[in-house]
């Protein structure tokens, strides 16, 4: 960070007047022919998605856009906003309520996924089947 412009380098994105980079990427070539999801997973890990990754990201991202009222971390929101508490601390509420059994149940499955190819690659059977196997276990 320097003392006059107040920034600093990132491998994530670049900044110069008029000109903006996400992982080397010009953003104004990436804004509407990149979906949201391939953009993100750029971000995330410097490069683009292949099309079957990029519907996966796609498909993660939908499926935690709203879950309603009544999860743990948007109750706890809720109630800490209804004491009148400032919005910075109901929002740590919310997150502090996210852990492997609300919010992080993604991890698990991902380990699931990763024995699922194990098993199709050690047993010479098909993903499919692979899945059905260890779920029968």
């Known amino acids: 960070m320097t003392q ?3 920034s600093w380098e990132t491998s994530v994105t670049k900044i110069e007047p008029n000109k903006i980079q996400l992982r080397g990427y010009p953003i104004d070539e990436l804004m509407g022919k990149v979906p949201f999801a391939s953009a993100v997973y750029l971000a995330l ?5 292949t099309p079957a990754i990029g519907r996966l990201m796609d498909i993660m991202l939908v499926s935690s856009v709203d879950h309603g009222a009544t999860p743990p971390s948007t109750l706890t929101a809720r109630t800490v906003a209804s004491t009148g508490a400032p919005l910075n601390a ?3 509420a ?3 309520a996210i852990n492997k059994f609300h919010g992080g ?3 698990n499955c991902m380990h699931f996924v990763k024995e699922v190819v194990k098993t199709a690659d050690s047993d010479g059977i098909s993903l499919e089947k692979a899945a059905l196997k260890l779920v029968r276990e």
């Open 90 to 92: 109901c929002i740590a």
């Open 105 to 107: 149940a993604i991890e």
């Open 94 to 96: 919310g997150i502090l």
């Open 45 to 49: 890990k410097g490069e683009l998605p």
């Open 4 to 6: 006059n412009n107040l």
